[in-house]
């Protein structure tokens, strides 16, 4: 080894301690800021949990839906967290509008990268105030029948009658066609009845209120209607219109089908095939 490499080598050996020494007081320095804001973090996670648990006490206690208090307490976590975490970064010294500039230009990179999800956590905004059903509520969203399971932040379960499980977009719920059928008490059950153009129709009327007279869960008031329809092409329909409430329409519905075709039965109602006539020359 040359002269030249010894001396290289003991002016490395010399700066060594030094760069040493600058670390240690540049991390003694900065330690009791990295203690300090993980404190911020760990009381700031403890406080947030209390705080969420308060408001879900107190939520409990109101009339808020089941639904729309799952949504809340999401929102509300979400923002305590932010608020801790953006006062941690503080603590590290990190400049107030350097974290805005970041979160401003994070939310924006987001907003177009997750721009379905926005839009689907804008519907539960629009959900949650406009309550335009709440849990429990049986509703039909694009020919998706079911009950109301839950109200999440992006989306809305059903449970269908079929035993399945719809996860519905809020987005698509607050902008698509939406029937509720459980706001009102009742439920009007919409029938048609058809009987053969030789059939006595006022017979096969009578027959027909023989049968809403008899089924109790039909509701007097409105009144029930059975009327002539329509002049079909190979029969006569007779339009039932009864109104009963929510809980009971299936099982009516049902009732009124099998008891009227059993009253046409006895009394012989023909309720007629399709018919085509065809002349051939």
Request: aromatic share 8%; hydrophobic share 45%; net charge neutral.
């Amino acid at each position: 080894m040359n002269a030249t490499a010894v001396g290289s080598l003991h002016e490395q050996l010399d700066i060594a301690p030094d760069i040493f020494s600058r670390i240690c007081g540049y991390l003694s320095s900065f330690l009791p800021l990295i203690i300090f804001a993980l404190i911020i973090l760990i009381v700031g996670y403890i406080v947030s949990k209390l705080i969420t648990k308060l408001i879900d006490r107190a939520m409990k206690r109101s009339k808020i839906d089941s639904g729309a208090k799952n949504f809340l307490l999401s929102v509300i976590r979400i923002s305590l967290y932010t608020v801790v975490l953006i006062m941690a970064l503080s603590a590290l010294k990190v400049p107030i509008s350097s974290i805005i500039t970041i979160l401003g230009a994070a939310g924006l990179a987001v907003s177009l990268a997750l721009q379905t999800c926005l839009s689907n956590l804008a519907g539960g905004f629009i959900i949650l105030f406009s309550k335009p059903f709440v849990t429990g509520d049986i509703i039909e969203i694009d020919n998706t029948v079911g009950t109301v399971r839950a109200i999440s932040i992006l989306y809305t379960k059903l449970d269908t009658f079929d035993g399945k499980t719809a996860f519905i977009p809020n987005g698509k719920v607050s902008d698509a066609k939406l029937i509720n059928y459980t706001e009102s008490p009742l439920r009007r059950i919409d029938l048609e009845f058809a009987i053969s153009y030789s059939d006595d129709f006022s017979k096969a009327q009578a027959l027909i209120c023989g049968v809403i007279n008899n089924e109790s869960l039909i509701q007097s008031i409105p009144a029930p209607i059975v009327r002539m329809g329509r002049h079909g092409d190979s029969s006569v329909s007779i339009d039932t219109l009864v109104w009963v409430k929510n809980n009971d329409y299936i099982s009516t519905r049902y009732n009124l089908l099998e008891k009227v075709k059993e009253a046409f039965d006895q009394n012989g109602i023909e309720i007629p095939f399709g018919q085509l006539d065809v002349h051939m020359k």
